[in-house]
């Protein structure tokens, strides 16, 4: 994420997590910069930020988390794993981060209010609430 580009009230609640180093900041580098342009001169249809998390990926050989179709498609081609919002969540409730019941609730949060444009697969997001027990949402 670039965090110049949260809102203050965000940026101040990831303060903590900074500071604690639970979560790193990198700072892009003028060459990698140019790597990054390189990025969106091949791909103009790709974002700045998605040209800048699919190259950090690149360079860290970390995996790049997104749920964005073309960011998702041109990553496999270029051999970074990918993973998804649904994966994530899918994680967070195997390892009891979350309960099904509250992840179920961000889910659909997620869906309807946080980014109604996210486009997750309907039936993929239906199975989860039914496994996470959630039998009354109403999703898409």
Known sequence: MILEELFDEQQEALLPYIETKQLKVDVFS???LLEIWMIRAAKPNLSEQ???ALYHAQKTGAAL???DNLLRKFAHSINIEVHGHLWIFDHMVNADILSGETAAK???ELCNVVNPRLGLPKQECQRRFRLWGDKS???M
């Open 65 to 67: 988390i997104t749920s």
């Open 106 to 108: 961000k889910l659909m």
């Open 137 to 139: 949402n109403d999703y």
């Open 30 to 32: 003028a060459e990698d």
């Open 50 to 52: 998605d040209c800048s």
